[in-house]
Nanobody, 124 residues
Framework: QVQLVESGGGSVQSGGSLRLSCAVS????????MAWFRQAPGKEREGVAT???????TYADSVEGRFIISRDNAKNTLNLQMNNLEPEDTAMYYC??????????????????WGQGTQVTVSL
């Protein structure tokens, strides 16, 4: 059973940075699509960034140029470096993974494994 455990959330002022990490319990996910999603209160879950096994990344327009997704296969972790944070980035952030998706997407239903989430709060 694959487990994903996020960490690194917290509170920061606008313009600040945070680094989220997701520990993955099995080495097999080095070949999977992995992604970060977020969900703000009263809003639908939205894709933030994806990373596939060959290193290809995709980003939501709202975070392009500010966030960087990366993976450390030796440590079985997925990371999200978030820079120049804005109040609109406030949300619960989730990592997700799936070894069966042929193309990594920003669509939540495409992912079969989820972490429990870590809260990010950005204030003015």
């Amino acid at each position: 059973q694959v487990q994903l455990v996020e960490s690194g959330g917290g509170s920061v002022q606008s313009g600040g940075s945070l680094r989220l990490s997701c520990a993955v319990s099995t080495y097999t996910y080095s070949s999977a699509c992995m992604a970060w999603f977020r969900q703000a209160p009263g809003k639908e879950r939205e894709g933030v960034a994806t990373l596939d096994s060959d290193g290809t990344t995709t980003y939501a327009d709202s975070v392009e140029g500010r966030f960087i997704i990366s993976r450390d296969n030796a440590k079985n972790t997925l990371n999200l470096q978030m820079n120049n944070l804005e109040p609109e980035d406030t949300a619960m952030y989730y990592c997700a993974a799936d070894p069966t998706v042929p193309i990594c997407t920003l669509i939540p239903v495409d992912y079969g494994r989820w972490g429990q989430g870590t809260q990010v709060t950005v204030s003015l």
